[in-house]
């Protein structure tokens, strides 16, 4: 099972797809998958024909990231349910996906998010008819990070997107990394 996650590392600089330098730019083929607005859950699932998973790797009460807490205009103290997950396609760990859900927003009928489980919290996300996303902001990630587990992590940078999802106006954050796994088969 991949170590916890130190996030004593530097800030990454989440943007939006087009203000990545071009010489800086992902394949055609990731920035497709980068800026796809759609469920990721369901487009991994038609890619690996199927043949997909979620395994949990982690799953606490903690405290975001800084960064994390001002983009879900948390305040300073408040506490999530942080979820880190390896999204398999093919039996390949396609993709690393952390989700920040602010246990204010984990009341009423979004409760039962606290026991995912095994199960995409994506799926459940866009069934959801009243679904608001933000703008997709997209983020370079190196091993100086450590956003990524170490024993899925590459040597090469990663490439990263994150949104913020509103149900009944309650704030979530998904943040996904694709691996050299998932890149090397788009590449082929």
Known sequence: MPKAVSYQSPALAWQP?????RHQRPSPALRDWLGDSGSLTARLIAQSE???KVRVVRQIIGRPTLNERQVLGMRQPALALIREVILFGCN??????????????????????RKQNNRPLGAFLFSQPQLQRSAIAVARISRDHAYVPL??????PLWGRRSVFYLQRKPLLVSEVFLPAFINQLDH
């Open 50 to 52: 199927g043949n997909f």
């Open 17 to 21: 797809l087009q203000s990545i330098a």
């Open 151 to 156: 024993d899925l992590a590459a040597n090469q």
């Open 92 to 113: 390949e760990p396609w993709v690393f996906a952390r989700s920040i859900l602010p246990l204010a927003s984990l009341t009423g009928s979004l409760r039962h998010l």
